[in-house]
């Protein structure tokens, strides 16, 4: 299976036993090493974690003293036997809330963290965990994918800082782009080479070559940390060193903007709207971009709207569709070979991948 049929059977993880997949220690450590600042005096709220089995839970309250913690909350889903996985097996979850080390040996021992009763099932969204979520300062955590939307809605609404992980699909969502656009989410650091590597009880809903039987791990290259705290990273400049020329950066077809394919590509001198690959996000500094648009026909900027097409598949299989709207796409003098493309009467054409559309806010000239 490709890399992109992988990350598909991701997105596809609607289901709830497919939201069920847990964060290594390593990957917690190597993210938050970066946010040690933030949490000093904080309450920290994890709240889709199995405190004794979640890493959220044992990264906080091992380090909650040299983070400077106030508070450490921490509610389970359904279900009440700490000890597994998210069995989902009571309607009725605990809570576990830590505030330190009392005896002095620097480690949360049982006796020093309060395990209290859930009257509900622990849902994030449920009245007990949203006055949880009220007292916290920070949320931090994995949440289900399939849920993610509403997840961050509810943070926005309530006016949380947090640092979460999710698909990067969630960037094309109308919901979550806004937020992007607007400076009220952005990328964190994300996993080393893109690589996310998760334990997970339910391997064999997996596709092969997801699941590493060796290691126990699934591995998604579709994943990362969203955030709404400052990160340095997010003021250092993109070194820049391209300039632009039409035949490198054509123009596309139906949007006002030029391809850019690859963000390190970017030039420097170029004043128009540009068309970048998703992953930009990650090397987004607002000082020096701005955002203005997503190729997507939710977003509406589109220039021109198709009829439906003939697609022309690689093996030469041809079918109508209407799928040419939903992205930029380049106008061909003749069929390309070796690639998919599309064909409106005498016209050819290529689409391509969801594209930030993006303006430097100082061109050089
Ligand atoms: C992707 S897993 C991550 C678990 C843990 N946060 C971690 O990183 O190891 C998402 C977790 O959210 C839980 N969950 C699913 N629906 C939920 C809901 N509505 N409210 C709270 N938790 C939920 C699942 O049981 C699952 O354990």
Redesign the pocket.
Known sequence: MTEKGKNQNLHKAKG?KQ?????QLSDIEKELRHYKKDFKGKVVY?????PL????FHYFSYNFEKLGLKKLIT?C??SKDMNL??Q?DSERAVYLEYDGDKNGNGMPDPKEIGIKHLKGD????SKE?IELLKQADIVV?????S?FREYVAQLIDHDKKFII?GSRNAITYKEIFKLIKEDKLWIGYGFDAGNAY?KTPHAKLFAKGVYDEKTGLVKFRNVTWFTNLDISKRHDDLILYKTYNPVEYPTYDNYDAIEVSKTKDIPVDYEGVMGVPITFLDKYNPDQFEIVGITKTWFGTATKTYPPQIQVSTNGKKSNVTKLNDGATLKLDAAPRGKTYYMVGKSYYVQLYARVLIRLKRAKK
């Not at 089995?53 to 959220?56: G, L, R």
């Not at 622990?122 to 969204?125: A, P, Q, Y």
């Not at 955590?141 to 994918?145: D, V």
């Open positions: 709830s939201d069920e997949f847990y964060t994890c709240n889709c974690d199995d089995v979640s890493n959220f509610t889903y359904k996985f998210s989902n622990g849902d994030f969204r965990s955590t994995n949440p289900p994918f849920l992980i998760f």
